[in-house]
């Protein structure tokens, strides 16, 4: 009977708010309260069924990117604490500082019920965008909070009950917020206390993996400025704090490390260049490499101006590529056209970003995509989005096409040699009059981007060849860039391989051995074989027991690298010739072995028994 008449009097206080704007504070708590003026004064529907704004499976791959490090820490215990939530009837959610749900699960049934009101995952659920909610209103008041049926500001909630805690880094900065929801009916009093307790738990390793990098940053900070030793150079952290310098920094200035960047520049140096080599994705203490140049120091000593370039990745010191990065430079500021090329994996993309990382478009969006990849017939709808209703299968709000995203940003369009001959005609209208009508619309949508491009093959012969139209050509190729293939850059290699390995936390000896040997290497794929190569590596150093020397010539045995054929064909002949019946089959059967288990050398060992310090020993002996 109580539970009734609460209910009731909820209803009764929900209806006469919705109507008059009238609340008896008396009936709801302080927070609650706020909440609902707030939506009332934003306008949000109170008879809203369902949550309307939901991420496409690409927009939700690139947030969950963007968050990694929150669903890295919180993912394993939401894991862990799975199967309580399954048998409670609950589902628990991660959800991001934007109010976007990254992860879901829990209760199947729960689960279907929320899918009902799109409460799924991609959804924003903000109290903007859905009223007065627990993960909403928790983001809005940097507070716990717990809110039931009717508490709930619109109508798609007040069948639920919620309960929400935000996670905050270091910095005191929200992360994100965890929550637990069920149907109202199932509504458990220690809802809030397991929210609060996974968040602070999140928190405490936040703060211990926060305090593991910054440590790794100041050493690898200090192995830069050894290597940098004949240059101007210092590493700064995220708080301008010189924490490493260069010898002919220091004997300059004794004092420089533990001095801020400010009172530094004070000294007699100025920035020449500042590289975002030391910032991992991975990592959240962040800093600053800088070269320097001494004031009053001449023009033609130096290869950038005093004011700072980003670029989110390894810059080196060859004079290829850092003839690529003052081109980048200069062309940044500008509105023009880009056409970058280059062989394929040799960072397009990363060339792409830092153009709109150092351009007045900065603060718009970078929007990236494979020409390549996209299916024919689906082309024109991914370029320039669709209205609802435009064909069978048609998603019910429509869709924005690459070119409407990119809008007061960026658009870099990759292998764009890939595009057929009817979607360059479509691509020129639009590059020409800065116009889209999505597919099945009549409605022209103005556009203000500039446009990237880049392919591994050659515009001008696919020109020739009548395969690519030239006025398309001449419209795109305004300010061409040639990106150096890694066989150009053999002088970048320590900087380049350091900063694959710091990015991604493998812990892998690049010493000066091997160093040579990915260096003699050709690398047909470039950076994105380098990345592959070194990942393969710091996997084999995870075998207990696989000292340096198995890993140096591990990087023959599995084709990670490969002596010159003509090397290769000759040896094998001589080992044939020279091999004993046995020792043919011994080898066929590592050669088996190693197939069977992609390249592991302990299973391969394993799976025919035999020692694996044999194993290599014969890897060597039969030249495999």
Same mark, same amino acid.
């Given at each position: ?6 209910? &009731? ?12 704007? #009238? ?30 704004? #939901? ?59 929320? +899918? ?6 991609? #959804? ?89 990098? =910054? ?95 980003? &670029? ?40 792409? +970003? ?33 209205? /609802? ?25 990759? /292998? ?16 020409? =009059? ?30 020739? =060849? ?45 010493? =000066? ?22 990942? +393969? ?88």
């Amino acid at each position: 009977m109580l539970a009734s008449t609460s209910t &009731f009097n909820n209803l009764s206080t929900w209806k006469r708010f919705i109507s008059e704007g #009238v609340l008896d504070s008396a009936r709801l708590n302080k927070q609650i309260e706020e909440s609902w003026y707030r939506c009332r004064q934003e306008q949000v529907n109170p008879y809203l069924r369902e949550g309307n704004y #939901v991420l496409t499976n690409e927009l939700l791959t690139a947030q969950r990117e963007k968050n990694a490090l929150l669903m890295e820490m919180a993912l394993p215990h939401l894991a862990r604490v799975n199967p309580l939530i399954k048998e409670s009837g609950m589902m628990a959610l991660l959800v991001d500082s934007d109010g976007y749900v990254l992860s879901l699960s829990g209760n199947e049934k729960t689960l279907d019920d929320a +899918r009902k009101i799109n409460f799924v995952e991609g #959804v924003r659920w903000t109290e903007e965008e859905v009223g007065t909610n627990a993960i909403g209103t928790a983001l809005q008041t940097g507070e716990a909070v717990m809110i039931s049926g009717m508490e709930h500001y619109a109508i798609a909630s007040h069948k639920w009950s919620c309960s929400a805690m935000p996670i905050y880094n270091e910095q005191g900065i929200v992360m994100g917020v965890i929550n637990l929801s069920c149907p109202v009916t199932h509504s458990h009093p220690y809802m809030l206390g397991m929210v609060a307790s996974m968040a602070y738990t999140i928190e405490q390793e936040v703060k211990i993996r926060s305090y593991k990098n =910054e440590q790794a940053f100041i050493q690898h900070a200090i192995k830069l400025a050894d290597y940098y030793y004949n240059r101007h150079f210092i590493v700064c952290d995220e708080n301008e704090m010189i924490v490493s310098a260069s010898k002919l920094v220091r004997q300059k200035v004794p004092r420089s490390i533990g001095m801020r960047l400010s009172d530094f520049l004070q000294c007699g140096y100025q920035i020449e260049l500042e590289s975002a080599s030391l910032l991992a994705k991975n990592i959240e203490a962040s800093g600053k490499c800088l070269f320097l140049v001494e004031k009053g120091a001449s023009a033609s000593n130096r290869l950038f101006s005093a004011k700072t370039f980003h &670029f989110e990745g390894e810059i080196g010191i060859s004079e290829t590529f850092q003839h690529t990065i003052k081109q980048v430079k200069q062309v940044a500021s500008t509105e023009a056209s880009v056409y970058l090329f280059g062989e394929t994996g040799v960072g397009k993309e990363l060339v792409a +970003r830092a153009i709109h990382e150092n351009s007045s478009r900065k603060n718009g969006p970078f929007i990236a995509l494979n020409c390549g990849a996209i299916p024919k017939d689906l082309m024109e709808s991914e370029l320039f989005g669709y209205v /609802e209703g435009a064909f069978t299968g048609a998603k019910r709000q429509g869709y924005k096409g690459k070119f409407e995203q990119a809008n007061e940003g960026t658009l870099f369009l990759d /292998e764009i040699g890939e595009i057929p001959p009817a979607m360059q005609v479509a691509l020129l209208r639009v590059l020409q =009059e800065r116009k889209v009508v999505p597919l099945g619309g009549n409605k022209e949508i103005p556009l203000n981007i500039r446009i990237i491009t880049a392919t591994h093959r050659n515009l001008k012969e696919l020109v020739n =060849e009548g395969t690519f139209r030239q006025d398309l050509y001449y419209r795109l190729n305004v300010y061409p860039i040639y990106i150096p293939s890694l066989r150009e850059r053999r002088d970048d290699f320590p900087f380049i391989a350091s900063y694959i390995c710091q990015q991604n936390n493998w812990n892998l000896p690049l010493t =000066e051995e091997l160093l040579d040997k990915l260096q003699n290497y050709h690398w047909p794929g470039n950076i994105r074989e380098l990345q592959n190569v070194l990942q +393969r590596l710091s996997i084999l150093l995870l075998d207990e027991g696989v000292d340096y020397q198995e890993l140096i010539h591990s990087m023959y045995s599995l084709g990670i690298l490969q002596q010159p054929e003509e090397q290769v064909s000759m040896e094998v002949v001589n080992l044939e010739n020279q091999l004993t019946i046995r020792e043919r089959i011994q080898r066929d059967l590592m050669l088996e072995a190693l197939q069977r288990t992609k390249g592991n050398v302990t299973a391969a060992a394993k799976l025919i028994d035999i020692p694996r310090s044999t194993f290599y020993k014969r890897l060597q002996k039969y030249g495999l």
